[in-house]
């Protein structure tokens, strides 16, 4: 059984930091990649990062780059998001993801090609 568990979401004022997590099992980690996407009430889903298990390379929108971190560790199946300077607009709940043959085009990371997501967690950012 596939399981993508997040944790690591919560409220926060602008400005602060939160660290999300993403344990995952029940496929090879290692062929995917892994990313995080979100999404807030009336808005589209966004993907926000994502990281090859096979060589480590890494996205980010541009709406994150340089606040936002990405980063893995193999042996234990899991990814995480350090987010840092949060900001009001980064309120969504986030969801962690794999995606076997990820698709960009303009800049963006496109999700209709994912393979496994979980249940999110929400992160809230007041100002």
């Known amino acids: 059984e596939v399981q993508l568990q997040a944790s690591g979401g919560g409220l926060v004022q602008a400005g602060g930091s939160l660290r999300l997590s993403c344990a995952a099992s029940g496929f090879t980690f290692d062929d995917y990649v892994m990313g995080w996407f979100r999404q807030a009430p009336g808005e589209e889903r966004e993907g926000v990062a994502c990281i090859s298990m096979t060589d480590g390379s890494t996205y980010y929108a541009d709406s994150v780059k340089g606040r936002f971190t990405i980063s893995s560790d193999n042996a234990k199946n899991t990814v995480y998001l350090q987010m840092n300077s949060l900001k009001p607009e980064d309120t969504a709940v986030y969801y962690c993801?794999?995606?076997?043959?990820?698709?960009?085009?303009?800049?963006?990371?496109?999700?209709?090609?994912?393979?496994?997501w979980g249940k999110g967690t929400q992160v809230t950012v007041s100002s």
């Open positions: 993801a794999a995606d076997l043959h990820p698709i960009f085009r303009s800049g963006r990371w496109f999700l209709t090609g994912l393979d496994y």
